[in-house]
């Protein structure tokens, strides 16, 4: 890998994720990664600032403005740490300007604008990356090769699993952003938020099946409260709850479960089922994995450092069954023995380090993940959820792609006037 070749950062967004982003990027600094953050930008001036101080950038370097900074010819690449409804809107526009885009997840609030957003890389000739850290660990590498070598046998059935016992951003959880739950920003709920990573992981090891339908329930029944609504400025629910059953071509089945908030302490988790053995993923990673966390301190947002593992089950020809237990955290002994044999693999574990060895030349479009398709599809499927449960019915993948609506923010209030973006709208 090319360490010694400088990238000169840019992020847009100066909120909780962009900390998240700048930890990656100072501990890969650490490890020899010739990374430098350059520009940033922000609407809200205090936090802009603050920002500032607490990395060391120059006044003239940040922007309330992003349009001002995206002017500089001194830039190899964008981070957009924005909120969901304007990851397309501020991508594209990224893109549009000249500059490849790295962009917080989900990739957009619906699936229209996902493809929007996916379509841009090729219109402005511009490389494209979506974080989702759950399929950059041995975990979701191992599982994925265990399928394509037929460990499972025929694969019918997978289960994507995501819960919290209270926990809805910026209502339960007050240090998060209120536009979690703003119904113009955040738009959904859990599905789009943390289901992104376990429906990505899923559909990811699976090799990316091709939708046929979904039936799908949305719901926004859990406790609430006057007081909270009121502090919250909350005034019109954003669900809290996203179940669903989905079909694939070559008859795949996949039951999703997806909430930020149930009275209930423990409902599983993912797993995918095969003729010969099934495989039971633990601990799936929706933090970062390790360069997210701060020396001594502690990750971003809260939560532990999530250690991935995997438990295989099966049955051999002779009717004899096994359950064995598979330790694929980086940080363990085998992941460390992994990188040893073959130090390239640390490109595949941690989504930051695979888009600066994209933009070294390193990995090409062939050798790297595609998080852009993969979260595209992820999109498709959960907005088939969102549907489905509008409409009180299944819906096929040919509905979802009709129905579908690009909602991405087209003009945007801020402190020093109107931001009008700029994009195509969704042709189908």
Partial sequence: MKKD???????????????????VINNLKKQGHNLKVVAAAEIQKDRLEAFGKQYGLDEKDLYQDF??????????????????????????????????????????????????????????????????????????????QMIADGKLGKVYHARSVGHRRQGRPGYDMPFFSKDFIDPKIGVHGPLFDL?????????????????????????????????LDKVTNRTVPVEDLGVGIARFKGGISMDIYEDWAMHMDEIGTSF??????????????????????????????????????????????????????????????????????????????????????????????????????????????????VLSSELGR??????IKAMSKSIALREQETPFGTIKYDFDDYKG
């Fill in 67 to 144: 349009r001002e900074m995206l002017k500089r010819d001194d830039i190899d690449e964008v981070e957009v740490c924005v909120h969901n409804n304007l990851h397309t809107s501020v991508a594209t526009a990224v893109m549009a300007a000249g500059y490849p885009c790295y962009s917080e997840k989900p990739m957009s609030a619906s699936y229209a604008d996902a493809k929007i957003l996916y379509d841009a890389q090729k219109k402005y000739g511009q490389k494209l990356a979506i974080q989702i850290s759950s399929i950059y660990n041995p975990q979701t590498r191992i599982a994925k």
């Fill in 394 to 399: 299944s819906v096929t993948a040919d509905e």
């Fill in 195 to 227: 289901g992104i990573y376990h429906l990505a992981q899923m559909l990811y090891v699976l090799g990316m099946p091709e939708l046929e339908s979904v039936y799908g329930v949305q719901s926004c029944d859990y406790w609430t409260n006057p007081k």
């Fill in 272 to 385: 995918i089922a095969g003729s010969m053995g099934g495989l039971k993923f633990i601990d799936v990673d929706t933090t970062g994995g390790p360069l997210a966390v701060p020396e001594g301190g502690a990750i971003v947002g809260g939560g532990n450092l999530q250690l991935p593992r995997l438990e295989w089950f099966g049955i051999t020809e002779e009717g004899q069954t096994f359950a064995n237990k598979i330790d694929c955290a980086i940080g363990d002994v085998s992941g460390q023995l992994e990188i040893t044999m073959d130090p390239e693999m640390e490109m595949y574990n941690d989504n930051q380090l695979q888009w600066y060895s994209y933009l070294r030349g390193d990995l090409t479009d062939e050798t790297r993940i595609d998080s852009p398709y993969i979260a595209m599809q992820t999109a498709f499927l959960s907005e088939g959820v």
């Fill in 5 to 23: 070749q400088e990238i000169r950062i840019a992020i847009i967004g100066t909120g909780m994720i962009s900390h998240r982003h700048m930890t």
